[in-house]
Nanobody, 127 residues
Framework: QVQLVESGGGLVQAGGSLRLSCAASGRTFRRYKMGWFRQAPGQEREIVGGVSVTGGSVYYADSVKGRFTISRDNTNRTVYLHMNSLKPDDTAVYYC????????????????????WGQGTQVTVSS
């Protein structure tokens, strides 16, 4: 089992940057595929991206590709979401999640693939 705690959210102007962190408990963190999701008010939760157990493979939603970067540090049991060129449309609560089993690439993009979730951190981008 793993517990996840996100941090780093806040208020930023359009065009700015933020780095979110997701700290995990448990010694098995390196076995989990990790994902970042977000949910805006009145919207469904949507994928931001995912990262393989080693960090060697990273996947992004088209809406953030080229602006956001996901990385992980297995030694410190942390996964990061670096967000650049932020837009007001990026305003949402951001969640990290851990998946024990992902068989195919498309699984990274489905919330149902993930077994554990953090509590979320708010990101607000002002215009």
């Amino acid at each position: 089992q793993v517990q996840l705690v996100e941090s780093g959210g806040g208020l930023v102007q359009a065009g700015g940057s933020l780095r979110l962190s997701c700290a995990a408990s448990g010694r098995t963190f390196r076995r989990y595929k990790m994902g970042w999701f977000r949910q805006a008010p009145g919207q469904e939760r949507e994928i931001v991206g995912g990262v393989s157990v080693t960090g060697g493979s990273v996947y992004y939603a088209d809406s953030v590709k080229g602006r956001f970067t996901i990385s992980r540090d297995n030694t410190n049991r942390t996964v990061y979401l670096h967000m650049n060129s932020l837009k007001p449309d990026d305003t949402a609560v951001y969640y990290c999640a851990a998946a024990q089993t992902i068989y195919v690439l498309s699984d990274y993009y489905s919330a149902r693939s993930y077994d554990y979730w953090g509590q979320g951190t708010q990101v607000t981008v002002s215009s």
